[in-house]
Nanobody, 121 residues
């Protein structure tokens, strides 16, 4: 499975961004997709994940109520809608694929290159 994240950028506090994860591979629809974020020198932190069917989602407490994850298996795309962004949301955002839904980075077998999100006035 190959993954490519896009949609990052510079946004003011309180603003919104939508990140996209484009997936390719014969069985991409069989995988849960997760979003993680990482600051330099720190471990990857779980943000959100969605099951292969899209029926189940999980969120980190820090983003609940502000972020929404969704997927379109016909387009092999998973989106992360981020609202009411805060400076603490600044990070490199990465998407990953796993046969198992969850918030642990070691669940995920395939990782894409990230997209930078910067929240600053």
């Amino acid at each position: 499975v190959q993954l490519q994240a896009s949609g990052g950028g510079l946004v003011q506090p309180g603003g919104s961004l939508t990140l996209s994860c484009a997936a390719s591979g014969r069985t991409v629809g069989d995988y849960a997709i997760g979003w993680f974020r990482q600051d330099p020198g720190k471990e990857r932190a779980f943000v959100a994940a969605i099951s292969w069917s899209g029926s189940t989602t999980e969120y980190a407490d820090s983003v609940k109520g502000r972020f929404t994850i969704s997927r379109d298996n016909a387009k092999n795309t998973v989106n992360l809608q981020m609202n009411n962004l805060k400076p603490d949301d600044t990070a490199l955002y990465l998407c990953a694929a796993s046969k198992r839904l969850g918030g642990k980075a070691y669940f995920y077998d395939y990782w894409g290159k990230g997209t930078q999100v910067t929240v600053s006035s």
